[in-house]
C-alpha cells in the first residue's frame, strides 16, 4: 500500500465520523447573496438537518430558478431573509412551491 493510499483512507475515515459535517461558511453565504441580487422574485426555503446534511436553504426566483447552499440554522436563515427582503419558509411546513418542480422538469427536458 502506497502513502497515497493511506491518505485516501483517513479522509474517507474522517468523512464518516459523526458530528463532522460541515457547516455553513462565508463562501455558502456569499453565493445566497450574489444569487439573490441578480434575481428576482426571491423566497427562501429552509431545509432542517439531516444525520448525513446539516441545514440548507434554497432560494427560488419567481421563475423556478433555484440554487441550495448549507446555513448555519433556521434562525440564520431567518436573519439571511430579513437582511435582505426575502421571506423564509420552512420546507417541513409548506413544502416546496410549484414553480421550482416546474422550473427542474424543464430542466431535465431541455438536458435530454
Do not use: C
Amino acid at each position: 500500500m502506497g502513502w497515497w493510499t493511506v491518505g485516501l483512507f483517513d479522509s474517507l475515515r474522517r468523512r464518516r465520523r459523526p458530528g463532522t459535517l460541515r457547516g455553513a461558511n462565508d463562501r455558502d453565504t456569499r453565493h445566497l447573496e450574489a444569487w439573490a441580487a441578480e434575481r428576482r422574485g426571491v423566497e427562501a426555503y429552509v431545509e432542517p438537518r439531516t444525520t448525513v446534511t446539516e441545514t440548507t436553504v434554497v432560494l427560488i426566483a419567481h421563475d423556478g430558478e433555484w440554487t441550495r447552499r448549507r446555513i448555519g440554522s433556521l434562525d440564520a436563515a431567518q436573519h439571511f431573509g430579513r437582511k435582505r427582503g426575502i421571506p423564509v419558509y420552512e420546507v417541513a411546513k409548506v413544502g416546496y412551491p410549484k414553480r421550482m418542480r416546474e422550473y427542474t422538469q424543464r430542466q431535465k427536458r431541455s438536458d435530454g
